[in-house]
């Protein structure tokens, strides 16, 4: 009954919170990955946008109070995964938090001798176990240009992963994908990653992907969605998965049409 009471209350909620089409198109046109969208497609994300600025709570850090300019953007970086997926798939979290900039973090780190050190980092996100989602807004700006870099998109893989356990590489797969060609897929190409940053070359996929097969995940899904044609070439089993993870159409590449 409550789930049933929720989801009307979001569909409510996202009727009044709908984006401006002029506005939301204006948004789209400066976003490569966006901008690829056909006018229905884009009429389903404007409408996914919604149902994320409904259901999710933003709130602002470092002194930030975030207003509609702000929020506008996270959601619909965070709605363009789930034009084909169920909004279901975001149920891990509840809550965005947003920073202006990059913020510090203070970190553990127990080296190759067992001795831990501690210290700060600046990230541009987090995602935290259940939430929430923590993101830098100048690092969402430079999101979805078209240049495999999206920080939404990237936490919001991790917390996909987390849905099944400790994140891992190894999200809740859909009817259709194998886990054991999943995890063999995954670790071919997780490997000749490392592989090439061993030998000293310049691989196509940012090398931070070799940081865990988490990160991989949460990588490969940023090219999906921001640079497909690039991830196609150099990993094409990795990209038919993801294809049928979030349920694409994969002669679309490079501009992605999603089955909406």
């Not at 901008?35 to 919604?50: I, M, N, V």
């Not at 149920?91 to 947003?98: K, Y």
């Not at 999200?171 to 990653?193: F, H, K, T």
């Not at 310049?202 to 090219?223: G, K, L, M, Q, T």
């Amino acid at each position: 009954m409550l789930g049933w009471m929720r989801r009307r209350r979001v569909a409510r909620r996202s009727r009044e919170l709908l984006p401006e089409p002029e506005a939301f198109e204006r948004l789209c046109r400066s976003k490569s990955a966006l901008a690829s969208l056909d006018a229905r497609q884009r009429e389903r994300l404007r409408q996914r946008t919604a149902e994320v600025l409904a259901s999710k709570e933003f709130h602002g850090a470092g002194g930030l109070r975030p207003d509609w300019r702000h929020c506008l953007p996270v959601a619909a970086h965070a709605a363009l995964p789930l034009l084909a997926l169920d909004p279901d798939w975001y149920r891990g979290f509840q809550s965005f938090i947003l920073y202006e900039d990059a913020f510090e973090v203070e970190i553990e780190e127990v080296d190759d001798d067992g001795l831990e050190h501690r210290g700060r980092d600046l990230r541009a996100g987090e995602a935290w176990e259940l939430g929430p989602i923590v993101l830098s807004l100048t690092d969402v700006a430079d999101s979805g240009r078209g240049e495999g870099y999206d920080v939404v998109i990237h936490e919001l893989a991790h917390q996909i992963d987390q849905l099944n356990g400790e994140a891992n590489g190894s999200p809740p797969l859909p009817a259709g994908i194998e886990q054991q060609r999943w995890s063999r897929v995954m670790a071919d190409a997780y490997r000749r990653l490392g592989q090439q940053l061993d030998a000293g070359d310049d691989p196509v996929i940012d090398p931070y992907a070799a940081e865990s097969p988490a990160e991989f995940f949460a990588v490969i899904s940023e090219y999906f969605f921001d640079a497909p044609e690039q991830l196609r070439q150099v990993e094409p089993e990795v990209f038919e998965l993801l294809v049928g993870f979030y349920r694409q159409r994969p002669e679309a590449a490079p501009a992605l049409r999603f089955e909406v």
